[in-house]
């Protein structure tokens, strides 16, 4: 594999986890296969090309906590070439605190299923609103290539191919609480390519955490 937007087609068994996100202060849990990722990545692909003409070099800011969405939207942008960034970017992506000041602001409500904001919010895109009526099937017309650009973060820039060779695959099903976006970078990255999963606690003490490691069957990172 020599890009990024190639990563979900590696799993040996698509039924399987991939990602399954808790928020303990919510009560929600949700488990997306890699199946089920591909299809939200899919939509996020078709919605980023043809309603924001995202294209190779695009520069996309998830201003996003570690989250189901996070990822899917960071597998998204490779998937179209464009580059996660932390500053000097096109598109913006905001939690529902809707904090972003980039020329495209999009915005995601959190809540649970991707549901959209119960009230449009002034100024953005709401993601829960625009992404589900996106086809299910993207096929880039512009493909990245391994020196597209993947991340530009804390000021230090990866192409596809450098994300690929600095990260090592894991086979495990890893517990993790939230993190930065380069973290979560890495987390993915190693994940599809060992063929593990990841679970994300939110908002838990340690005594939950272990609980959720139990039950799941994870290890706690």
């Given at each position: ?9 590696t799993s040996a068994d698509p039924s399987q986890p ?199 069957a994870a290890e706690i990172h």
């Amino acid at each position: 594999m020599k890009s990024l937007d190639r990563l979900l087609g590696t799993s040996a068994d698509p039924s399987q986890p991939l990602v399954t996100y808790y928020d303990m202060a919510t009560g929600e849990r949700i488990e997306l296969s890699t199946v089920t990722t591909a299809n939200w990545v899919a939509k996020t692909s078709n919605f980023l090309v043809d309603d924001l003409e995202t294209e190779p070099g695009t520069r996309i800011r998830l201003g996003l906590p570690s989250h189901w969405l996070t990822f899917v939207w960071i597998l998204s942008a490779w998937n179209v070439g464009a580059a996660i960034v932390d500053s000097a970017a096109d598109i913006g992506v905001s939690g529902p605190d809707l904090v972003a000041d980039e020329p495209t602001r999009v915005a995601a409500s959190l809540r649970p299923m991707g549901g959209r904001f119960p009230v449009s919010p002034e100024g953005f895109l709401d993601l829960g609103a625009e992404v589900p009526g996106h086809g299910d099937h993207f096929v880039a017309l512009d493909p990245p290539s391994p020196s597209t650009i993947a991340l530009d973060l804390t000021g230090e820039v990866r192409t596809h191919a450098e994300h690929l060779a600095s990260v090592t695959p894991s086979g495990a099903r890893r517990l993790v609480t939230p993190g930065s976006i380069r973290r979560d970078a890495d987390l993915i990255a190693e994940s599809c390519l060992g063929g593990g999963s990841l679970v994300i606690v939110s908002a838990a003490t340690a005594e939950q955490l272990a609980a959720v490691g139990a039950q799941e069957a994870a290890e706690i990172h």
